[in-house]
């Protein structure tokens, strides 16, 4: 059974940090690329970092640049997502995104909460 399991979420002051961690089990995590996606209320869900399978090239949308880092364990089979400096405009909730290498297979978790709140 395919499962991808988002931890870390919760309420943070603006400034705060969190660390995001999505643990695959299911799958061969070492074949798909991993994602961060986020959904704000009343928005369409965005693409916020990605990382490929090897050698290790990263993506992050504009907002997330200098304040997030992507990182994989294959080992672990799981994603990480550390924040910095966060805002009130990330508040929203984000998930953990796997697609197979040739595009087969696509796989989402059930998403974790982050409110940046003062």
């Known amino acids: 059974q395919v499962q991808l399991v988002e931890s870390g979420g919760g309420l943070v002051q603006p400034g705060g940090s969190l660390r995001l961690s999505c643990a695959a089990s299911?799958?061969?995590?070492?074949?798909?690329?991993m994602s961060w996606y986020r959904q704000a209320p009343g928005k369409e869900r965005e693409l916020v970092a990605a990382?490929?399978?090897?050698?290790?090239?990263?993506h992050y949308a504009d907002s997330a640049k200098g304040r997030f880092t992507i990182s994989r364990d294959n080992a672990k089979k799981t994603l990480y997502l550390p924040t910095n400096s966060l805002k009130p405009e990330d508040t929203a909730v984000y998930y953990c995104?796997?697609?197979?290498?040739?595009?087969?297979?696509?796989?989402w978790g059930q998403g974790t909460q982050v409110t940046v709140s003062s």
């Open positions: 995104n796997a697609r197979e290498r040739l595009g087969r297979d696509e796989y």
């Open positions: 990382i490929s399978l090897f050698p290790r090239v990263t």
């Open positions: 299911g799958f061969t995590f070492s074949n798909y690329f």
